[in-house]
């Protein structure tokens, strides 16, 4: 009878349990640094993200907010009460997946025996079983794993790291499903693009308390409610730098921040969205001190790379810092008196191509102005033609109208389209591919692959637009208003290795920026044109 009874108890309370929230209180245990039951009450901003019932979910966020825990409770919630299989999206397989499997999904089955009974298989990174519903943990870089999974619910965690056109065909997962629900999550990188594109578009919710001392509906924002104390991060002082309200600049006491914070509410900034949108920073965190921000605000001040982490993964707002695109003013700069076609016949003339939907082309010839054993710090390109084609073979009439030296072209994706150009002109043309494991300006000649050669993309990228900024390169007054915009559509941003190092990569963005990988072309070309000698006839 005891038996019977509990039985009939849990699954009249299993009814019940028709909120992601209570489901989590009731069967989550947490583990340090707030270890025990379950609780909302040091992130109690991540209750009602749980609990939303919008189909597409926006989370703009600082790391370490409790975004991802968010995701793993609807990911067990959907499983568990729904049966609904699940779909989780990581930035790569290696070593996301593996890091995401052992990090935070085994810990989470270890701390609840409910969530250790309710799954039957674990052992495969990429893949969960609980009894007919499934959590698959995929990668955005391979196509060929985000397809033929039909599921109803997807979470894309650390979207801004991810391939978009991968995102765009992961979403079609859901299409197929009469209720579904996807929820993108992210630290930012810069202005418009990933998770900050898809912020704007939505409620653009912030969460918002009743100041302990005004009373009035505020929020945390930066710099407005920090106080730096002391000059640098070595001063004792800095350690009483603290938060207050923005609207009566009274101190905020970071350890009863919990207090402070229990009925505070998501207020949306954006009405009349077809998508629900949580932004939080750290200066809401309950294991983050201000003076911790204080010390990274103050290192932010000489390194861009730090301020780049400051806005990003401590502010959880996008950023673009100093000198990390080309601007206008650097094109306006950079303009001679000479039009498209116009050529002085100088010892090296080379062509960069990028492959999109139409061949993006880039001459330059080149004039040796300064003493180097680098070629490319000695030269100085003057920009010839910026152009099109839709044909690989209208390039062999640029080859020889405009005698190259030497030519790249994007190795991908018409791989034999570029290697058959290469062959019509051998020893003159390489296929390049950007790769993982190339050093600064490195070249990596594959032999098996007779026509292919692989390099560092930011080292390169790194070489080609910054001669905007130093006005070290010459371009025609009509070069196309589709070249300016292109040049300036990356951006260079940092990221912190896991040794806490900044490192510089560029990111790619919603728009075409095909003329700056042929610019780029243009830079690796230099050097090989060099290696072979001067200026020759082809035939």
């Not at 979207?159 to 992961?170: F, G, K």
């Not at 600049?249 to 949108?277: F, I, V």
């Not at 030296?405 to 051998?426: M, S, V």
């Not at 243009?522 to 050097?527: K, P, R, V």
């Amino acid at each position: 009878m005891t038996i019977l009874t509990h039985r009939i108890t849990e699954g009249l309370l299993r009814k019940s349990l028709t909120k992601c929230s209570v489901w989590t209180e009731r069967y989550r245990v947490s583990g340090k640094p707030f270890p025990g039951a379950w609780s909302f009450k040091h992130h109690t901003w991540t209750r009602e993200m749980c609990d939303c019932q919008d189909e597409l979910i926006i989370g703009q966020k600082a790391a370490q907010m409790g975004y991802t825990e968010v995701a793993l409770n609807r990911t067990f919630f959907d499983i568990d009460i729904r049966g609904e299989s699940v779909l989780y999206v990581l930035p790569a397989s290696k070593p996301d997946a593996s890091d995401f499997s052992s990090s935070r999904f085994d810990p989470a089955l270890e701390l609840s025996s409910h969530l250790t009974n309710l799954f039957s298989e674990v052992k495969n990174i990429n893949h969960k079983r609980a009894g007919s519903a499934n959590l698959y943990i995929r990668g955005s870089r391979s196509r060929s794993q985000l397809k033929s999974i039909p599921v109803a619910r997807i979470i894309f965690d650390e979207v801004d790291e991810m391939n978009r056109d991968n995102v765009a065909l992961a979403r079609e997962r859901v299409s197929g499903q009469k209720e579904w629900s996807i929820f993108e999550l992210s630290t930012p990188t810069v202005p418009d693009r990933g998770i900050n594109a898809s912020f704007k578009q939505s409620s653009q919710d912030h969460f918002d308390f009743r100041c302990p001392a005004c009373n009035r509906w505020t929020e945390l924002i930066f710099p407005d409610c920090l106080v730096i104390q002391g000059d640098d991060i070595h001063d004792v002082a800095i350690k009483g730098s603290h938060l207050i309200c923005k609207e009566c600049k009274t101190k905020l006491p970071h350890k009863t921040k919990h207090e402070w914070l229990k009925d505070a509410e998501w207020h949306s900034r954006r009405k009349s969205s077809m998508s629900r949108g949580f932004y939080i920073n750290q200066l809401y965190s309950p294991t983050v001190t201000p003076y911790t921000i204080a010390i990274n605000v103050i290192e932010a001040e000489t390194h861009p790379g730090k301020e780049q982490e400051l806005f990003n993964s401590k502010m959880g707002l996008p950023k673009i810092v100093e000198g990390a695109r080309v601007t206008d003013q650097d094109l306006d700069g950079c303009l001679s008196g000479h039009k498209m076609g116009q050529t002085k016949r100088s010892t090296l003339t080379t062509m960069g191509v990028d492959v999109g939907k139409v061949l993006n082309i880039e001459i330059c010839e080149w004039v040796m102005d300064r003493d180097s054993t680098d070629i490319n710090i000695a030269s100085q390109p003057r920009v010839l033609l910026a152009t099109t084609r839709l044909h690989f073979e209208e390039l062999d009439n640029l080859m020889l109208e405009y005698n190259i030296n030497f030519c790249i072209i994007d190795a991908n994706p018409e791989r034999r389209k570029a290697t058959e150009f290469a062959q019509r002109f051998e020893g003159l043309v390489k296929l390049c591919f950007y790769a993982v494991g190339v050093q600064g300006k490195q070249m990596t000649v594959h032999p098996d692959e007779e026509y292919t050669l692989s390099v560092d993309r930011t080292s390169w990228m790194d070489v080609a637009l910054c001669r905007f900024k130093g006005k070290r390169i010459r371009l025609p007054l009509d070069i196309p208003t589709t070249y300016r915009e292109q040049v300036k559509e990356p951006v260079r941003v940092y990221k912190t290795d896991r040794y806490g190092n900044p490192v510089a990569r560029y990111i790619e963005g919603d728009k075409p920026d095909h003329y700056a990988h042929s610019r780029t072309y243009n830079e690796i070309a230099l050097q090989l044109a060099a290696s072979i000698g001067g200026s020759h006839d082809i035939i």
